[in-house]
């Protein structure tokens, strides 16, 4: 019945935006729409109940750290406001996958309208995987950290611009026993998150007005990340030419979707893994 509700819900508001590109505020707009209908079916009291239920799972910050290597996380990502349909890949397909090639933690996307797929692939993939589990959404609201926790999470993605209280939303997920992986996008977002005192922060190489990739990105905001803190590079990483020169900006770890969905799976990954081995470099 959720289900039916939800999809109504996102119809409805997406009519309106075909005949035009939909844009990160319509995105986050629907979102907002979405969430409300999903706290009204499935109240925080009862969330907390299924959190009583669940084991910690693998610690996520951990997982990233690496003395030699550059991290990598892969990603189940279906589909992406930009591109479409990437992959019909089921999210039990994967995993395998990035298990017996030795991903050092997995990303799950779980927004249904524009990335195709749902909290349902989160609790697969906790059922599954031994390996870390971060939840990426578009978290606007306590309530979606404690279902993050429930559907099995080590970690929750925090966008710096749209959470409310970064500094609520990280203490929540400690205390809950989640990492938070902080993105953000400018320097501003940066100082903001360290100020929260994020232990994670993920920079992302997209530009959320036309959805370009500049790696550059990277290069220019890590300088701003101490050492203590974990250093992820997020989006359009697709080569090993990409692996190597994002390991030589200091990112501790790369999150990786769109280019191993929509290739061969296998070996894309173990390409992409294989080309981060001893390539770190510390940040000083």
Do not use: H, W
């Not at 319509?26 to 979102?31: A, N, P, S």
């Not at 479409?84 to 999210?91: A, T, Y």
């Not at 927004?111 to 995987?129: D, G, P, T, V």
């Amino acid at each position: 019945m959720i289900d039916k509700i939800l999809k109504n819900t996102a119809n409805s508001n997406l009519k309106s935006n075909n005949s035009a590109t939909i844009t990160f505020d319509e995105i986050i707009k629907l979102r907002k729409e979405v969430l409300n209908n999903e706290m009204v079916y499935k109240p925080l009291d009862e969330l907390k109940k299924n959190i009583k239920r669940m084991k910690i799972r693998k610690n996520f910050k951990n997982s990233l750290l690496n003395e030699e290597d550059v991290s990598i996380i892969c990603e189940y990502k279906p589909a992406s406001p930009s591109m479409g349909k990437i992959s019909n890949r089921r999210v039990e397909e994967v995993i395998p996958v990035f298990e017996s090639e030795r991903a050092s933690a997995v990303s799950i996307l779980t927004e249904q309208n524009f990335f195709k797929s749902n909290m349902e692939n989160l609790k697969i993939a906790c059922k599954i995987s031994k390996l870390p589990l971060l939840r990426k959404d578009f978290i606007l609201d306590e309530y979606q950290i404690y279902e993050s926790r429930a559907g099995g999470a080590s970690a929750v993605l925090l966008m710096a611009d749209i959470y409310p209280d970064l500094s609520e939303g990280i203490q929540i997920s400690e205390y809950l026993g989640m990492d938070a992986l902080v993105e953000c996008k400018n320097e501003s977002e940066i100082k903001q998150a360290l100020d929260s005192g994020a232990e994670i922060i993920g920079i992302n190489n997209r530009n959320f007005q036309d959805f370009t990739i500049d790696l550059n990105k990277t290069k220019k905001l890590a300088r701003m990340v101490p050492p203590e803190v974990v250093l992820v590079s997020e989006s359009g990483i697709k080569t090993e030419a990409d692996v190597k020169l994002l390991s030589s900006y200091g990112a501790d770890a790369l999150l990786v979707g769109t280019s191993i969905m929509e290739s061969s799976i296998n070996e894309r990954v173990s390409e992409i893994v294989n080309s981060a081995k001893n390539s770190r470099i510390k940040r000083i």
